[in-house]
């Protein structure tokens, strides 16, 4: 429908031209919220208590939701174990769970809170969406009652799943995610038997969601995109960051850049346990992003989106990710290379000992290549060029195909690939192509002080990470994060079936 001038239109019609109005772009927001958390997450509580500690943190995330509405927010991510914050046991959960329906059910908990048992996060949650007219994403935990004619039924009688909610502008339940790969200590929950994909559309483009960890995997969240063709990621994290290549505003935009798609990422803030990172991105880039290791204070990001991003529908098909790297032949010798770890994984990596040059680093199937030229080489900086091509073991197993350019911790070549955030140099120029066997390739750029570098990179459809004009601030890493998803070893979850 064509979107017609509203002021020839009474109010009423005005509201509902707006929600039914096919929107170019829309406001998107996300909250990462600094969780209250319970006493002691070892001792059960009671649903009085448990009820207590959620309000207090929803008491947050209304302000924070409020705040989104009145500057024009259609959305807003909150992030996971936002409401609860971490539980350690089956047990000690039980009392923050909820039954939460299939949305087919069609429920405005806020308006028919009788209809279903009890549940006074989901009504509280659904009369927020309801009274600031956005549409509200939630992590809050679900339970479903089984029996001892399930054999997997657990002890308690219950499946106990971390859960994603979507209640839309009028506070009705529109979407309801389980995630799939949860996180090693997650201890409290279920897997769910088959990965969900949960999708929803909007006047502003079609939205599914995936939640944390979901992000190193390809179901669901790569088929959400590939398949299901969604415009925009709905993603809550409870994310710990890991330098040089894992830290959370710079993997989740990559993913963003990688598949073609916006991404609303909410992280929780908790700096003693390193989560912070949330941000807005765009295929082309980020367009908020928020990263504080100085408070523990809450942080709302909103901007504005493209209600359908895709560059192309060949996009990120368009990319050919080993192009340029397979049409050259090596740039120097390997006589230089030595080994180093990066979160626990061996890296093969040649240093950057002039001010500008062009290198090789090679290890098994994967070369990488880089172009580059320091605006001046400092005498106290080292960086250095790696590659893997390997399993990851470490909190999960995942194999990677990785060209990542670096900063060293410090002028001892031993201390390359362990975590760094402030950096000096700054580079004029640099390219970075990898000989990848993969589709899914992530680029990342991350600058002094943990911060993203927007509009100051790019992707050639030829597979190379450039930046004609360097950043502005001094670099820490530049990185082809590739996932060879054909390559993992079965998932703990698989033995489900
Ligand atoms: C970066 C990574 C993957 C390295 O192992 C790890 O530090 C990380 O943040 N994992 C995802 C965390 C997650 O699912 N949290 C929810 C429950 S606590």
Not at 424 to 445: A, C, D, I, R
């Amino acid at each position: 429908m064509v979107c017609s001038q509203p002021h020839v239109y009474t109010a009423i019609f005005i509201l509902h031209a707006v929600k039914a109005c096919a929107l170019d772009s829309y406001i998107a927001a996300v909250y990462e919220h600094s969780v209250i958390l319970s006493e002691d997450t070892n001792i059960p509580v009671s649903r009085e208590d448990a009820l207590m500690l959620m309000n207090k943190n929803m008491d947050v995330l209304e302000e924070a939701i409020k705040a989104a509405a009145l500057q024009g927010a259609r959305i807003i991510v909150t992030p996971e174990d936002g409401v609860y914050g971490w539980v350690f046991t089956r047990e000690t959960i039980y009392p923050y769970l909820e039954d939460i329906p299939d949305p087919q059910v069609n429920w405005i908990p806020c308006t028919d809170p009788e209809r279903f048992a009890p549940a006074p996060v989901q009504e509280r949650l659904s009369c927020i969406a309801r009274s600031n007219a956005i549409f509200v994403v939630a992590n809050i935990g679900d339970k479903k009652p089984c029996n001892s004619s399930d054999p997997k039924c657990p002890n308690n009688g219950h499946y106990q799943y971390n859960t994603d909610v979507v209640f839309d502008s009028e506070g009705k339940l529109v979407a309801r995610y389980h995630k799939y790969n949860l996180f090693m200590s997650e201890t409290q929950f279920d897997y769910p038997k088959e990965p969900e994909l949960v999708t929803f559309n909007t006047p502003f483009g079609k939205f599914g969601l995936f939640t944390c960890f979901d992000i190193l995997f390809h179901d669901p969240a790569v088929t959400l995109v590939s398949e299901l063709q969604v415009d925009t990621v709905l993603f809550t994290t409870a994310w710990m960051n890991v330098l040089p290549h894992l830290t959370a505003i710079e993997f989740h935009s990559a993913w963003a850049m990688g598949l073609g798609v916006n991404f609303l990422a909410a992280d929780t803030h908790n700096t003693s346990m390193a989560m912070t990172g949330s941000g807005i991105y765009a295929p082309d880039g980020p367009r908020a992003f928020h990263y504080d290791m100085e408070t523990e204070n809450g942080h709302l990001l909103v901007a504005e989106l493209s209600s359908h991003p895709r560059l192309s529908p060949a996009y990120p098909a368009a990319v050919n990710w080993s192009a340029y790297a397979k049409s050259v032949k090596r740039f120097s010798s390997d006589d230089h290379d030595f080994n180093g770890i990066i979160f626990f994984d061996q890296f093969t990596f040649t240093e950057l000992s002039k001010p500008e040059g062009n290198l090789t680093v090679c290890q098994k199937d994967l070369c990488c290549h880089l172009s580059y030229r320091m605006a001046e080489k400092q005498k106290d900086e080292v960086y250095v060029l790696g590659a893997f091509d390997g399993l990851h073991v470490v909190e999960g197993q995942y194999y990677l195909q990785i060209c990542i350019l670096l900063k060293c911790e410090s002028t001892d070549l031993k201390t390359c690939g362990q975590p760094v955030a402030i950096a000096q140099t700054k580079f004029e120029t640099f390219s970075l192509s990898g000989t990848f066997g993969t589709t899914y390739v992530f680029p990342e750029v991350l600058v002094s002080g943990v911060q993203l570098a927007p509009g100051e990179f790019q992707v050639l459809s030829d597979g190379r990470l450039i930046s004609q004009n360097g950043t502005s601030k001094p670099v820490l890493t530049v990185a082809l994060f590739g996932r060879c998803y054909e390559k993992d070893p079965p998932q703990p979850q698989s033995t489900l079936l």
